[in-house]
């Protein structure tokens, strides 16, 4: 079983306030961070440890989350703003914002740059509010393998279900010049603003998933037998 990990939410808009509340909810020891302060003080009233800022919210944490507007508040979070450089030596950078490829792709080679001790995952989300609030999102999750016992909690805390995918050679419907390899998400069957065709040289961030691993009745991951998901 995967040790507790500390999290660090940074962005508490539609999606990553209920989010964040919902690992809190779990017993995930949870420290937050918004421009605007007052979704934070909120949560910070259901127990949550409020951040002053970036930097100081992600000292000491494992996991940490941003869930922000648009790549360029990712990357001023990240890099203007300390979030990367003031994150624990094999701490996990899970990017859930929804930002295209060439910024996932600016923000991986930012980190294997500065911190290649960092993991990042790539996992946007399909879904919208009402499914955030009660934990029911599809998670889109690119990474390497061996983190997934460490992520499992959190990721049971905010979705149903987690797909993770790969494949080989340009995809249809995918962007990318011939011989770049890539891969896919599949599509999410209640599109939201975070449920897009996204497509990611595989390069950029490392091996990736391509099962789905449903809750089971009481919460967890039922890893017996995993979903395979169709390219």
Known sequence: MAETQRVAVLGL?????????????????????NRRPEPA??????GAEVADNPRDAVRGADVVIT????????????DDQGMLAAMADGA????????????????????????????LLDAPVAGSRGPAEKGHL???A??????????APVFDAIGQRTVRWSRPGPPRNCSGSAGTTTRR?????????TSTWRCVKSTSIGSPWRT???RSGNGRRNAGSPTRISP
């Open 185 to 193: 998400s599949t599509r999410s069957p209640s599109p939201s603003r």
């Open 13 to 33: 808009g539609g999606m990553g306030r209920p989010m964040a509340a919902n690992i809190l909810r779990a017993g995930l020891p949870t420290v937050v961070w």
């Open 92 to 119: 996990i950078w899970v990017q859930m914002s929804t930002i295209g490829v060439s910024a996932t792709e600016r923000i991986a080679r930012m980190v294997h740059e500065r911190r290649p001790d960092v993991v």
């Open 41 to 46: 003080r909120q949560l910070g009233e259901q």
């Open 212 to 214: 789905a691993w449903p």
């Open 67 to 78: 869930m922000v507007t648009d790549a360029d508040a990712v990357v001023s979070i990240a």
């Open 142 to 151: 690119s990474g390497p393998e061996q983190v997934r016992e460490r992520i």
């Open 138 to 140: 599809v998670i889109l």
